[in-house]
């Protein structure tokens, strides 16, 4: 798989951002292992599988120096899988001090390689790529394949290979085609995998990282969200004293979770904006307005800002330059409220781990982006709030955990995500308000449907595209010439991959029928069958 790359166009963290890291009492991040990344469009993976572990786990940057390393001072280290060559001039390398620290280290894939290269090994490239299922046979499971015998599916994804060990590493487990599937270290407590334990596709997976994380590492096991909500409340409520705190909710889980997380530390110091961008699901505004009055009882600010988007947004078909315009509108509505509440001290944003880590926020963090998520880096510094981003090391599904933990209800807990450019990119190209009507309508068709048919909570985002074709179509005796929609429905865990959902034909042939006969200007309904990657969820 390619690597992610890009640049990093997010604006710099103020250096009051509160990490939850540091937000919350030392014993309960004490216990951390942490993940390098070198380029793997798996390692934020890896970290949701060990912090199922219920360790605190974070992704650090491939070079980072083992003496951060060791402030930091994790239980265990992790190298990631990468899309290099160990042996290429430029290929991404690890502090090699990092195996002095006496820390034990798992190497994954390229961080294998990089664990042989270091210490005792040969790297070759195989005369074919392996990429796939594959028969494991344990040699010795008394570490790393503890409680695991005889053979085990796993799933290899590498170019190239180790070809022979020195004699510090003991084989650990084979494959047909691949010698050293696995091996440890003979006196220090370094391992070395060459399949990935971390994706679903290796069903022992969270076994062999289980093992590795509490035998290996010795972590406890002790990281829970229901700990980590009341210090995080407790934080928070010391940080701000009696000041105010001023936060954006979109209606979405993670401004949702913020508001409850802030309402619960300090209940009317919180004042909320929803901003209307013109860009919102039918009905949303109001839908915001009924949730948020039922649930918090704090000051709601809605902004209606259609015009001033529409006008941003005129002439301009480019998805980035969209993104780049929504985020400066967004900025611009949000300081000309802000600065309507007095006394306002704090800006609370819904940030999660992934966009941290994508954005090249974190110093210690790896910088990779594919897109533009605006709500990274947040309003600008002379805006002369101090941050809070409570959720800023949290995953998604960890997001809704907390939410079902603050007392949220369900129905807004389990709401698929909505991007914060919201219907722009999914209106391809130039986006008008008629553009937005037919799309609005359309989706509201696709998510009606969804619900109907018991399908909500099975699928992780459905949505309708509006595509900027026109095709023929036959409408009665007269001959059309109209839009196509796209239905885009997905499953995933963690929407860094994703897979389309098997909707069934009956529920899908409703949808077409009802968007064509309801919706005017859309004589075609297509359904988007691919996966990411190599597609993304959204079109733009
Ligand atoms: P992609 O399209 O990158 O989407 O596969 C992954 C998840 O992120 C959401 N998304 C965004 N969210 N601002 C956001 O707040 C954005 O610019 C943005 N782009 C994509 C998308 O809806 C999916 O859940």
Redesign the pocket.
């Known amino acids: 798989m390619p690597p992610l790359s890009g640049n990093n166009p997010s604006v710099a963290m103020a250096d009051t951002t509160l990490s939850v890291a540091e937000l919350t009492s030392d014993s309960l991040t004490a216990q951390r292992i942490v993940v390098l990344d070198f380029g793997s469009q798996t390692a934020q993976l890896i970290a949701r599988r060990v912090r199922e572990q219920n360790v605190y786990c974070q992704i650090l940057r491939h070079d980072i120096a083992a003496d951060r390393i060791a402030e930091l001072n994790p239980k265990g280290i992790i190298l990631s899988g990468g899309p290099s060559s160990v042996y290429v001039d430029g290929a991404p390398k690890c502090d090699p001090k990092l195996f002095e620290l006496g820390i034990p280290v798992l190497g994954i894939c390229y961080g294998m390689q990089l664990v042989c290269a270091a210490l005792g090994g040969k790297v070759d490239n195989t005369p074919s790529r392996e990429y796939g299922r594959a028969n494991c046979t344990i040699r010795n499971n008394e570490s790393l394949f503890r409680d695991l015998n005889g053979d085990i599916e796993v799933w290899m994804s590498h170019g190239d290979q180790i070809s022979s060990v020195s004699e510090v590493f003991e084989p650990l487990a084979q494959t047909s085609t691949c010698p050293y599937a696995a091996i440890a270290h003979r006196t220090l407590p370094i391992f070395g995998m060459q399949f990935h334990p971390e994706v679903t596709h290796t069903p022992q997976g969270g076994q062999i990282l289980k093992n590795f994380v509490i035998d290996i590492c010795g972590c406890e096991g002790t990281w829970q969200l229901g700990d980590f909500a009341q210090a995080a409340i407790d934080h928070v409520r010391q940080l701000v004293g009696d000041r105010r705190v001023i936060c954006g909710l979109s209606g979405g889980v993670d401004s949702s979770v913020v508001a409850a997380l802030l309402y619960k530390a300090i209940g009317p110091q919180l004042s909320c904006i929803l901003i209307d961008n013109g860009l919102l699901r039918k009905d949303e505004q109001a839908m915001v307005i009924r949730e948020f009055g039922d649930h918090f009882k704090t000051d709601l600010h809605v902004v209606d800002a259609e015009e001033q988007f529409m006008a941003t947004l005129e002439g301009i078909s480019e998805p980035q330059e969209k ?1 780049r315009r929504i985020g400066y509108a967004f900025i611009d509505c949000f300081k000309a409220e802000a600065t309507k509440i007095k006394d306002a001290h704090f800006l609370a944003q819904g940030t999660l781990y992934p966009d941290v880590i994508e954005s090249g926020a974190d110093p210690d963090g790896p910088a990779a982006t ?6 990274v880096g947040g309003l600008p510094d002379e805006l002369g709030f101090e941050l809070i981003e409570p959720l800023r090391d949290l995953f998604k599904d960890e997001v809704r955990q907390l939410g079902l933990e603050l007392g949220l209800p369900e129905s807004l807990v389990w709401r698929h ?5 919201g219907l722009a ?1 999914r209106c391809l190209g130039e986006v008008t308000r008629e553009k937005l009507q037919v799309l609005r309508e359309a989706d509201s068709i696709v998510v009606e449907e969804i619900i109907n048919a018991g399908l909500y909570r099975e699928t992780s ?1 459905s949505f309708a595209v509006l595509l900027p074709v026109q095709s023929v179509g036959v409408m009665g005796d007269a001959r059309t010439y109209d839009n196509a929609i796209a239905i885009r429905s997905v499953k995933t865990d963690d ?1 860094m991959t ?1 897979d389309w959902s098997r909707l069934p034909y009956d529920l899908l042939a409703r949808m077409s029928t009802r968007i064509i006969n309801e919706v005017a200007g859309i004589n075609r309904v297509c359904y988007d069958i691919s996966s ?1 990657p190599p597609a ?3 079109w733009e």
């Open positions: 993104r594919i897109k533009l998520h605006h709500n995500p909505f991007p914060g450019p990119v985002q929407f994703a990411k993304t969820i959204e």
